[in-house]
């Protein structure tokens, strides 16, 4: 058996689709398709059905695909403690990150890390969704919830206060009892935030849900409403300005999180430094 075609099954095990797998390996549907071909020869197997459109695991294939989810997770393993034994600063670090904050607070900061020590390599994701550190999707992640589960070294970066804002014109036209509000959608409409807004909204409307934070700042300063932004956002921008000055509606946490296996790694270290002097927490 090719053990490397082992690989390209789990793939296809974990994102559920070839289309999904051959994304995540960089390579052709074609690929995909022959290296599970080839893997089912040496086994004798048949480990997806291709009936139908889409390919599922056959009973086998649920065998063998949580077998090789067991062996990707230690070559995981092995592969974090190789980085995190490395001392030299050069390497890809992954920083996942929301990205509002990734945009204003990180990005500059990181970019000028990076042109101090040229053989490192920084990729930023901005994305709402959460990370798995685990499953090395990232090696460093910037969270707005404390996670509960995992082998994680976690540091408290600081905070994040939210404010309502809305642009002048937009009060100046419209009395409080007439307000409408800008929401949450996605993954966003659990946050605490939009939890508050709904409580200080007490029924009034809400006319605009936008899954970004700069999605809502443009429609608060189109005229839509009333919004919940991040004072590193709200203040920043001259056409807002704060509904109730001096008031704010929430503060959040802001979490820095990294494998445990990574964190004497010497790139990684070096990310979580300028972020901590980022947030005056170093």
Known sequence: MNWDDLRYFSALASAGSLSAAARHLAVEHATVARRIASLEGALGLALVDRRGRRWTLTAEGERIAAIADKMATEARAVQRAADGARSEL???????????????????????????????????????????????????????????????????????????????????????DN????????????????????????????????????????????????????????????????????VGLISRDIWLVVHSDLKRSAPVKAVSRRMREIFGTA
């Open 179 to 246: 307000w409408r509000f800008v929401g949450y959608d996605g993954v966003s409409a659990r946050a605490p935030q939009q939890a508050a807004i709904e409580d200080f909204a007490a029924g009034r409307p809400f006319s605009f849900y936008a899954s970004s934070l700069e999605i809502q700042q443009a429609a608060v300063r189109a005229g839509a409403g009333v919004a919940a932004l991040p004072d590193f956002i709200g203040m920043s921008d001259e056409k807002l300005v704060p509904v109730l000055p001096g």
């Open 90 to 176: 050069s390497g890809t670090v992954t920083v996942s990150a929301p990205p509002a904050l990734a945009l204003q607070r990180l990005t500059a900061p990181l970019v000028e890390l990076q042109n101090r020590h040229p053989h490192l390599i920084i990729r930023i994701i901005g994305e709402s969704r959460t990370s798995s550190l685990d499953r090395g999707e990232a090696d460093i992640a910037v969270r707005l919830s404390r996670p509960e589960e995992g082998d994680l070294t976690i540091t408290r970066l600081g905070k994040i206060d939210f404010r309502l804002y809305a642009s002048p014109d937009y009060l100046a036209a419209n009395t409080a």
